[in-house]
């Protein structure tokens, strides 16, 4: 923020506002609404937050490619997998969105609250995604373990 400058809401409508992803240029906030609709996903402009654009009638968690040319966000299938879904984006002086493509499903985790159950690699070229417990078991907790292969390589060498 600029000095002197007072906070302000960028998103502040009737419905409860969640995910939101900041582009990696910097110029757009992708959202999820969740309310009497449904679950939507959209973008507006940042940080102006004048243009709004619906991106999915059914979607939640959405998040940008490395480059900014594409939005992804999950949607629960009929029979309660998770799907994830592709949107293009034109890079011009206005938020353009292209067709929507389902990339895949499978059984894992939807959103969670206050955050993703998914992520792309920095290459653009890989999902991380959170399987679903066996069982019909609740997932809990999430062990992320980082810098493994020192860890590997400190035990290996005992």
Not at 90 to 115: E, K, N, S, Y
């Amino acid at each position: 923020m600029k000095s002197g400058q007072r906070p302000r809401a960028v998103l502040d409508g009737p419905e409860e506002t969640l995910f939101p992803a900041i582009s990696p240029d910097g110029r757009w906030l992708a959202y999820s609404e969740t309310g009497t609709q449904g679950d939507r996903v959209f973008v507006t402009d940042f940080p102006e937050g004048r243009g709004r654009w619906q991106i999915s009638a059914n979607g939640m968690a959405p998040l940008w490619s490395p480059n900014g040319r594409e939005l992804y966000f999950q949607q629960q299938t009929p029979e309660g997998r998770i799907a994830v879904f592709a949107v293009e984006v034109a890079d011009g002086l206005t938020f353009t969105p292209g067709r929507v493509t389902q990339l895949f499903d499978g059984p894992f985790v939807g959103p969670i609250p206050f955050g993703r159950s998914y992520d792309i690699a920095p290459d653009g070229e890989r999902f991380l995604m959170v399987r679903q417990p066996v069982g019909g078991e609740v997932l809990t907790n999430l062990a992320v373990v980082v810098n493994w292969f020192a860890e590997l390589r400190q035990r290996l060498e005992k």
